[in-house]
């Protein structure tokens, strides 16, 4: 089977759970974006999978180092934004609209949790949390310990029952 | 605190999963067969600046004679020759640097006017949780810190950033790095290997020299850019910023 009908076919397969990822990762409109570059990056990188992990974990790989990219791009931009005039720095978020068609209202907040999280516990609770993939999985996209896994999703719980503040998040 | 995690886990699992817009999956799967066959082309006609460095006989032969030459050279670099560094008056102020007595370089070279830089420190090793509590356990230790010196452009016209990491080769090397690829290999000019990475975002330039990685990073500001990726500056200028490079002591 030709690299193209392959990527084709885990496009099929997977890219919903790769946008899921993204959707809580990064935020809902980057998400697309990210897809896709995880995609180019299978084809340019399809020589170096072994097969050892499922698709769907080496995909998840790949996703998981994009979001790396795209917060260090972010961190970048912020950068960026310190040089710029006070009023000019604030910050503004443009997926909001977005954000209340794809989660809903009622979810709204505990996404925001979510996301203010620090990374490596964003990405554990998407992948051992939201996407309840297994904690060999987990590990494997990650490249962490499954010990590491299982202690960081509980520093996670706890990090987002803090963030949640002990009032009703519905 | 059981009875709020079960909670918290039942909430997690409800969230929404929406799958990705069928209209926005014909898009993507369009540009990745475009991407593909733009790949492919590419690959087989390989003409463009980045060429590919094989673990050859003649590749090993220039390697070793760049190590020779290396060597050869090590008494003229025993003494520090003075240059004019960008942002050096700040760069002297850095009194982080002086706990580092690996190489440390930096450019005399950029191709816009530095207004500000801004330096930070990143840990790389290992690390424990100990009371909820993550703690790095060589902390102390320089070789596990990069040196990350950010040289800002405040031209309102084109914002600019370079940033220049510097690693420990035994902590970080090429090797280490997501994006490394055999085929992303560069030579430059005086037999060194580069490795660049560019994804509309970021251009990085990466080499490793006397136990260090060294890495530029360029990237504009975001309102700047161009369909939704940034201008890229020619890969030669990366290689001029990093073939600018001189030993820097404060």
């Known amino acids: ?170 | 605190m059981n009875k709020d995690f079960r909670e918290i886990e039942e909430k997690l699992k409800s969230l929404p999963k929406p799958p990705l817009k069928s209209s926005s999956k014909s898009l993507i799967q369009q540009s990745l067969r475009e991407f593909n066959e733009v790949y492919e082309h590419q690959k087989s006609t390989s003409n463009s600046l980045i060429k590919r460095v094989g673990f050859s006989l003649t590749g090993a032969i220039v390697i070793g004679l760049f190590l020779i030459l290396l060597v050869s050279d090590g008494g003229e670099n025993d003494f520090y020759q003075p240059h004019s560094f960008v942002a050096e008056a700040q760069l002297k102020n850095l009194k982080e640097l002086d706990k580092f007595d690996r190489l440390i370089k930096f450019p005399t070279y950029l191709p816009f006017e530095v207004s500000d830089i801004h330096y930070e420190e990143q840990y790389l090793g290992p690390m424990d949780v100990m009371q909820d509590e993550v703690h790095y356990l060589y902390e102390d230790d320089p070789a596990h810190l990069a040196i990350r010196t950010f040289f800002l452009s405040l031209d309102e016209s084109n914002k600019q950033v370079v940033e220049v990491e510097q690693w420990d080769v035994s902590v970080h090397s090429l090797l280490n790095k997501n994006h490394f690829r055999e085929d992303s290999l560069i030579e430059m000019e005086d037999g060194k290997r580069g490795l660049y990475f560019s994804n509309g975002a970021v251009q990085i330039l990466s080499w490793e020299e006397d136990g260090v990685t060294f890495d530029i990073i360029y990237s504009t500001d975001p309102e700047d850019w161009v369909d939704g990726r940034m201008v890229e500056i020619p890969l030669e200028e990366l290689i001029k910023i990093a073939e600018s490079f001189e030993t820097f002591k404060r």
């Open chain 1, 1 to 170: 089977m030709s690299r193209e009908k392959i990527i084709t076919d885990w496009f099929t397969l997977y890219s919903d759970d790769i946008y899921q990822f993204f959707i809580y990762r990064t935020g809902v409109t980057e998400a697309e974006d990210l897809v896709q570059e995880v995609y180019i990056r299978a084809i340019k990188g399809y020589n170096s999978y072994l097969g050892e992990a499922s698709p769907k974990t080496w995909l998840l790989t790949i996703a998981r180092n994009v979001a790396t990219d795209e917060y260090r791009k972010q961190k970048r931009r912020k950068l960026l934004l310190l040089i710029k005039s006070k009023e000019e720095s604030e910050s503004t978020r443009t997926d909001t609209p977005e954000l209340s068609f794809v989660m809903g209202e009622e979810n709204q907040l505990l996404y925001e949790a979510i996301h203010s999280l620090k990374p490596t516990f964003r990405d554990v609770l998407i992948l051992r949390g939201i996407k309840e993939l297994s904690v060999p999985e987990t590990s494997s996209i990650l490249g962490w310990t499954e010990n590491k896994v299982r202690s960081t999703f509980h520093r996670a719980k706890k990090a987002l029952h803090e963030k949640l503040g002990g009032y009703d998040y519905e």
